[in-house]
């Protein structure tokens, strides 16, 4: 399973009602050539009702923890919305 869909796994644990994960690896050649780097997510969740922008980024970080390990994900841009 590519990096991608690992993260798109781990994301639907939130019970999104809406869920992007845009790959932006390929103009970011210079990280890891070639790998999956970069992604843009946007979530929509109730899992967020209450929290504020710092606790909603916090959540999804928890779930993708495992995949931001060194030579993984490099950058991830968080859009969480409820």
Known sequence: MNLEQQLIE???TLAP?????INESAGHGGYFPGK??????????????GL????????????AAEL????R????AIHAYV
């Open 10 to 12: 781990r994301l639907n």
């Open 73 to 76: 994900i490099h950058a991830l």
């Open 52 to 63: 504020r922008l710092v606790q909603r980024h916090q959540k999804i970080y928890a779930v």
């Open 36 to 49: 999956e780097s970069h992604f843009k997510v946007i979530v929509v969740s109730d899992e967020f009702q």
């Open 68 to 71: 931001m390990s060194p030579g």
């Open 17 to 21: 009602s809406h869920l992007e994960v």
